[in-house]
């Protein structure tokens, strides 16, 4: 309900500074370019015919879309001794990362849960402990974790891949829902104490409806983490479950004939599919949980 | 109906004493409030009888059952938090409800209960709406109403007013009062204000560093403060402190007399150092000169509405007073304060112990 003769609301965004407003835009255009320029060349060269890449118009666009290298980078690129292509392993990938995020996050918020809310004995000490493992360069460990995983007969299997995963992620993934959950009053642990609620009750009718937002961010985090993970997979997958990243490896340094720079360009933006999927549909999610933090609501 | 006892009660964090020897009897549908500052272990006390909070020596017993060791569900008890603590992702109906739930009472039994509550606190239109939903008195309802629907002896408030404004905090304190009219359920209230104390209370406990330092009706805490302490905690503006040396049966206070014989118990030695207590409204302003009393210089005037708030100097000693909005006192004015001699209040110089 505005008067007639209420001045008008001042728009100072439009005009404001211009000069130093252009230049915020040409900086932020051009850190995008360049950001974007790779990307682009490995799309544009995935559709190219060899004939077209040796032109060296490294980045013009294709004469002709040919989605044959795709499919052959899908379907039936060698990747070592086998020529199955890359189909091989994206099933991998996904029988790797699912349980192992699934499995990471249940482990990480029961953790975390635990740590802020019970007052276990030696909590801090034992958190600490986590941490400490958590920063360890994880190529130091492989070493120990192959006797481990092999003395228990788990080395070379599915099951010894996802135990290694869900072990790494627990430091980080406990981290987040611990300092999440110090966040929530403690009178809320209180008064569902008093409500009769025990502490599997309260962590799944109260605490588990409130971390959606955590669960997104924790789950982000961890699928692009364990799809984009190389090592563990080499190391732990043996030959049957060796994951996409690895099998593009393969594709990408066979040593022999001449190098196929459409069918790798297309083998590599098919293995970041997923993560880019996952960023592009939750990045919402990851905002929204990594805010949700510092301010209380 | 069910009281509460709490036999030599100590509680510790770690090496810490945080309670010690606390003996409080409260019988069966009293409302008494426990009062005192932040830190003075009144909220770690309620937690106590929660059965929230662990206990190092001695008992808590309710309803005559040694509840010490009991999980705070089997213990017969509800509470209201100060930051309400409603389950964030429940509609008002499912937080009224979880408790029932998880005790698992019959579906029917728990709508009726729901129902019932709902309607004695007037929010059967919010039963389908999120906390997030709802305006802090609205939340603070809904938490009064949860504790409610457990059909409890005993109900815990932990200040549960402080995160409300003003007009809300009124409202709602009376609301409790006519609660527990009600209901006739023990009331345990914790808080800071003196004034929801003096309004709610059958007896006021009032604490201080661990300790408890007076109990009694309000009448008795306002009246007769067992110390300096609840004489300055409780009464807004507080009392007014001036010391003095026992002279026969007066004191003498910043060269004046004072007759305190009506204010003793027992009579006291000359040259005892005492402080004698006098609140603002027991101070009499008077513009006339020749009248009897301390002379002092008005400092600033604050209109209350039905009375004026007088802030006195006298030397370096300050003193308030409350006098009637009709007074014409105001700043600058030299003016003599009248002291009702039987409305004194006569303590220790050096325990604060009241004579």
Redesign the interface.
């Known amino acids: 309900m505005t008067t007639a003769n209420a001045p008008a609301p001042v728009r100072r965004n439009a005009l404001a500074a211009p000069l130093s407003r252009v230049l915020v835009y040409v900086l932020l255009i051009a850190a995008a370019i360049v950001a974007l320029v790779p990307l682009y060349v490995m799309i544009v060269t995935a559709f190219k015919s060899m004939e077209e890449i040796r032109t060296g118009t490294l980045l013009s666009l294709p004469h002709a879309f040919s989605f044959e290298h795709w499919w052959k980078a899908w379907n039936s690129a060698c990747t070592g001794l086998r020529c199955e292509g890359l189909k091989v392993g994206f099933v991998n990938s996904f029988l790797i990362t699912i349980p192992s995020v699934v499995l990471a996050i249940a482990a990480g918020a029961i953790t975390g849960y635990a740590l802020s809310f019970w007052r276990v004995r030696f909590a801090n000490v034992l958190f600490t402990v986590m941490l400490i493992g958590g920063f360890f360069p994880y190529q130091v460990l492989i070493y120990p974790l192959v006797r481990i995983t092999s003395t228990i007969g788990i080395f070379n299997s599915l099951v010894g891949v996802i135990a290694i995963h869900v072990v790494f992620a627990l430091p980080v993934v406990t981290l987040l829902f611990r300092n999440y959950f110090a966040s929530i009053?403690i009178?809320?642990f209180?008064?569902?104490?008093?409500?009769?609620?025990g502490y599997w009750?309260f962590f799944f009718?109260?605490l588990l409806?409130?971390s959606v937002p955590m669960i997104a961010v924790a789950g982000i985090l961890q699928v692009t983490f364990i799809w984009n993970d190389y090592i563990v997979g080499l190391v732990f997958g043996g030959i049957n479950y060796a994951p996409m990243t690895v099998q593009l490896n393969n594709i990408v340094h066979s040593t022999y004939g001449e190098r196929e720079y459409n069918v790798e360009m297309a083998a590599t933006l098919l293995t970041s599919v997923i993560p880019l999927l996952v960023y592009f549909t939750s990045g919402r999610w990851f905002v929204r949980g990594v805010a949700s933090g510092a301010v209380k609501? | 109906m069910t009281g509460v006892q709490l036999r030599d009660l100590g509680i510790r964090y770690g090496n810490v004493e945080v309670l010690k020897g606390i003996d409080l009897d409260i019988p069966a549908s009293e409302f008494i409030v426990l009062l005192g500052p932040s830190g003075c272990g009144k909220s770690t006390l309620l937690n106590a009888i929660a059965g929230l909070q662990d206990v190092a020596e001695g008992q808590i017993l309710i309803g005559g059952h040694d509840m010490t060791s009991v999980e705070p569900k089997n213990r017969g008890i509800a509470m209201v938090f100060q930051s309400y603590a409603l389950y964030p992702r429940m509609s008002v109906r499912g937080n009224l409800s979880f408790g029932l739930k998880v005790a698992k009472v019959a579906k029917a039994e728990i709508e009726r209960r729901v129902a019932n509550v709902a309607k004695m606190l007037q929010i059967e239109p919010l039963l389908d709406r999120k906390p997030s939903e709802l305006s802090g008195g609205q939340r603070q309802r809904v938490a009064i109403g949860r504790a409610v629907v457990r059909d409890a002896g005993v109900f815990l408030f932990d200040e549960p007013l402080s995160n409300l404004d003003a007009q809300l905090r009124s409202d709602l304190r009376v609301e409790i009062k006519r609660l527990h009219q009600r209901l006739k359920s023990t009331m345990i209230y914790v808080t800071h204000d003196q004034i929801e104390a003096m309004t709610l209370a059958d007896r006021i406990v009032v604490m201080k560093d661990r300790i408890i330092q007076q109990q009694g009706t309000p009448d008795e805490i306002y009246n007769k403060p067992a110390n300096t302490f609840v004489a300055r905690f409780v009464g807004s503006p507080a009392m007014n402190f001036l010391e003095g040396v026992v002279k026969g049966d007066k004191a003498i206070v910043d060269g004046e007399a004072v007759r305190i014989a009506s204010a003793l118990s027992a009579p006291l030695v000359d040259g005892r150092k005492v402080i004698v207590g006098i609140r603002p409204e027991d101070l009499t302003v008077q513009t006339d000169q020749a009248a009897s009393g301390f002379a002092a210089e008005v400092d600033v005037v604050e209109p209350m509405g039905p009375e004026k708030l007088v802030w006195c100097k006298r030397g370096t000693i300050g003193l308030s007073a409350k006098t009637p909005s009709s007074s014409k006192v105001k700043s600058g004015d030299s003016i003599r304060l009248g002291l009702s001699e039987d409305r004194l209040h006569i303590f220790d110089a050096e325990t604060g112990r009241r004579l």
Do not use: Q, T
């Open positions: 009053p009178d809320l209180k008064a569902a104490r008093v409500d009769g609620a009750r009718s109260i409806p409130m609501g």
